[in-house]
């Protein structure tokens, strides 16, 4: 969970190119050069345009060499030095040491800093794989100080080698060295770089070293991380301990410590720790997420209340999560409130917008719902993401609302971006089956089973959609025998087997499936089949009095309503 320290570290130097990061010459064959079809400027500064505009194109076309040749020949009729200097760094990228050098030579002579100077020998050096000579190189540029440090650690971290850029690290960064600069995040780079080119054992040789010679919390942290990366999970829980025990306040520390307490089922553990000491959104955020999954809500309501009463500024930053226990808690109004204060720019903006569509349309504000989703995917079309997010609330919108063909417009229009999103075909299948078009609700499971030949869940909505359809019996009953072995306790497919039996005229064996799916869950629909076997059983007391069991549930189900019809309210 820490930050890398390399980044930090080397973020200063962002804005110059790194000599070793531009990609080998492509093999491929340049486009004629339509200025070498020109006579020679009569000028100087005509012959220096010229060669800068043929390493321009040449450069555009990938063609590294020419670029080089071209920008060299320019610099050296030219008191530039950023022509000498760039000719340098694509002579290095191609590996071409005589070029590379004349470049450097006429880049020193045009004034270039000593710092640049030495970090392109050392990057020509690791280039053309002259361990000698970056041994040296590096040696000489990281005696330069942080500034030399910087471009060294750049340079290894992209070099084409990694095992000569290990062990040219393993040779400049040692602790009597490092204990020169004045610069304890040094060392942690310096191992995170050596963890990165797999130098484990010198990763973590010099993290101990960090402990020793600073003690820093992020010293500790990192140690343990690469200690539970190396799987020595005793020795990572060692360096958190130990680390508490120096920095007991330290919230990154915290964070990852109660992480593993949670992880370990010790949920009242890590709970202690992150309440007890600085908080920030990362522990508030913690503190949520361990005491929802371990259904602590003495402990969300605490939180609840603590963010509650932050200052406004604060409280204002923490609006989303503030809604996220709102909902926790069984609090949806109060939900809408925080997430209508998330401002639509920040972070959160967008799912903050999506929840309050979500609570308005359970709140009973069914149209001020729809309103809102229309909104989101009105404004986020540029954006695939969150234009996927909008047209799938719209569609399970119009879903609740039984709104089929709106649902499956919706659905449609995501899949305009990702037409192989599979659980998008899938839940747009269900809504063609509800909506009555089975042919197309066929199509869309047949689709999902092809390309998922093992999802469950498609086999049974197939498998049901044939089954109610009374098409295909023995392709549904191939099907939903696949599902049920797959998950025998699962409610939906055990009504759809029972469905299928129903259909088959096995009454008794539709009766005893559906009874289970009834009490794996007494839904509706799964209500009105089992009414449906026992009344063709001829229990028709025993059909009536789980008939009005079902119409309590949901009195709209249109499978409720008919066989009501059929049988008398």
């Given at each position: 969970?820490?930050?890398p320290?390399?980044?930090a570290?080397l973020?200063?130097?962002?804005?110059?190119?790194?000599r070793?990061?531009?990609?080998d010459a492509?093999?491929?064959?340049p486009?004629?050069?339509p200025?070498a079809?020109?006579p020679?400027?009569?000028t100087p500064?005509?012959?220096?345009m010229?060669?800068?505009m043929?390493?321009?194109?040449?450069?555009a076309h990938?063609?590294?060499?020419?670029?080089?040749r071209?920008?060299l020949r320019?610099?050296?009729?030219?008191?530039?030095?950023e022509?000498?200097?760039r000719?340098?760094d694509l002579?290095?990228?191609v590996?071409?040491v005589p070029l590379?050098?004349?470049?450097l030579?006429?880049?020193q002579?045009?004034g270039?800093p000593?710092a640049?100077?030495?970090q392109?020998?050392a990057?020509?050096a690791?280039?053309?794989?002259?361990?000698a000579?970056a041994?040296?190189?590096?040696?000489q540029?990281t005696a330069?100080g942080?500034?030399g440090?910087?471009?060294?650690?750049?340079?290894l971290a992209g070099?084409?080698?990694p095992?000569l850029?290990g062990a040219?690290l393993?040779?400049i960064a040692t602790?009597q060295?490092?204990a020169?600069q004045?610069?304890d995040?040094?060392?942690l780079?310096?191992?995170?770089?050596g963890?990165?080119?797999g130098r484990r054992?010198?990763a973590?040789?010099l993290?101990?070293?960090?402990v020793r010679?600073?003690?820093s919390?992020?010293?500790?942290?990192?140690q343990?991380?690469l200690r539970q990366?190396?799987?020595?999970?005793?020795?990572?829980?060692a360096?958190l301990q130990a680390?508490l025990r120096?920095?007991?306040?330290?919230?990154?520390l915290?964070l990852?410590?109660a992480?593993?307490l949670?992880?370990?089922?010790?949920?009242?553990a890590?709970?202690?720790?992150l309440d007890n000491?600085?908080?920030n959104?990362?522990?508030?955020?913690?503190?949520?997420a361990i005491?929802?999954?371990?259904?602590?809500?003495?402990?969300?309501r605490?939180?609840?209340a603590e963010?509650?009463r932050?200052p406004?500024a604060?409280r204002g930053d923490?609006?989303y999560?503030?809604?996220?226990?709102?909902e926790?808690?069984g609090?949806p109004?109060?939900?809408?409130?925080?997430?209508a204060?998330?401002p639509?720019?920040?972070?959160h903006g967008f799912?903050a917008?999506?929840?309050?569509?979500?609570?308005?349309?359970r709140t009973?504000?069914?149209?001020a719902?729809?309103?809102?989703?229309?909104?989101?995917a009105?404004e986020?079309?540029?954006?695939?993401r969150h234009?996927?997010q909008?047209c799938v609330?719209?569609?399970?919108l119009a879903?609740?609302a039984r709104?089929?063909?709106?649902?499956i417009a919706?659905?449609s229009?995501a899949?305009?971006?990702?037409?192989?999103?599979?659980?998008l075909v899938?839940?747009?299948?269900?809504?063609y089956?509800?909506?009555g078009?089975t042919?197309?609700?066929?199509?869309d499971?047949?689709?999902?089973?092809?390309?998922?030949?093992?999802n469950?869940?498609?086999?049974?909505?197939?498998?049901?959609?044939?089954?109610?359809?009374?098409?295909?019996l023995p392709?549904?009953?191939?099907?939903l025998?696949?599902?049920?072995?797959?998950?025998p306790?699962?409610?939906?497919?055990?009504d759809?087997?029972?469905w299928?039996?129903y259909?088959?005229?096995d009454?008794?064996?539709?009766?005893?499936?559906?009874?289970?799916?009834?009490?794996?869950?007494?839904?509706?629909e799964?209500?009105a089949h089992?009414?449906?076997?026992?009344?063709?059983?001829g229990a028709r007391?025993?059909?009536?009095?789980?008939l009005?069991?079902?119409?309590r549930?949901?009195p709209?189900?249109?499978s409720?309503?008919?066989?009501?019809?059929q049988?008398g309210?």
């Open positions: 969970m820490a930050v320290l390399i980044c570290l973020c200063a130097c962002a804005s110059t190119a790194p070793m990061g531009m990609p492509a093999p491929v064959v486009p004629a050069q200025l079809r020109l020679t400027p009569a500064q005509a012959a220096v010229a060669d800068v043929h390493g321009d194109f040449a450069l990938n063609d590294l060499s020419v670029a080089a071209a920008y320019a610099a050296q009729v030219s008191n530039n030095p022509l000498a200097e000719a340098l002579a290095i990228a590996r071409d590379a050098r004349q470049a030579a006429r880049w002579a045009l270039a000593e640049g100077v030495q392109a020998r990057s020509l690791l280039a053309v794989g002259d361990r000579d041994m040296v190189a590096f040696t540029l330069q942080a500034a440090w910087r471009e060294a650690l750049r340079a070099a084409r080698d095992a850029a040219v393993e040779h602790p060295r490092l020169q004045d610069d995040a040094l060392w780079a310096c191992s995170e770089l963890a990165h080119l054992h010198f973590r040789t993290a101990a070293a960090s010679h600073d003690g919390a992020a010293a500790y942290l990192w343990a991380q990366a190396d799987g020595d999970r005793a020795g990572a829980e360096s680390g120096r920095h007991p306040r330290n919230i990154p915290r990852v410590r992480a593993r949670a992880e370990a089922g010790a949920s009242p890590a709970l202690g720790l000491g600085p908080q959104h990362d522990t508030y955020a913690l503190r949520a005491a929802a999954r371990a259904r602590q809500q003495p402990a969300l605490a939180l609840y963010l509650a932050l406004a604060r923490e609006a999560l503030l809604g996220q226990l709102a926790l808690l609090q109004r109060a939900a809408l409130r925080w997430y204060a998330v639509a720019g920040a972070e799912a917008a999506i929840r309050r569509a979500v609570l308005l349309d009973g504000q069914t149209v719902a729809r309103t809102l989703a229309d909104t989101l009105r986020s079309f540029e954006d695939p234009y996927r909008a609330l719209q569609a399970e879903q609740r709104d089929w063909p709106r649902a919706a659905y229009r899949l305009l971006f990702d037409p192989d999103a599979w659980d899938y839940a747009r299948g269900v809504s089956a509800e909506a078009r042919t197309d609700a066929l199509r499971f047949h689709r999902v089973l092809a390309a998922q030949p093992d469950v869940d498609a086999m049974n909505a197939l498998g049901f959609t044939l089954v109610d359809a009374d098409r295909d392709e549904a009953g191939v099907l025998a696949r599902a049920l072995a797959a998950r306790d699962d409610a939906a497919i055990n759809s087997w029972g299928l039996q259909r088959l005229g009454y008794p064996a539709a009766v005893t499936a559906l009874r289970k799916a009834w009490r794996l869950q007494a839904s509706a799964i209500g089992l009414a449906h076997a026992l009344l063709a059983s007391a025993q059909a009536r009095q789980i009005d069991a079902a119409w549930i949901d709209h189900d249109r409720v309503q008919a066989l009501r019809g049988i309210s």
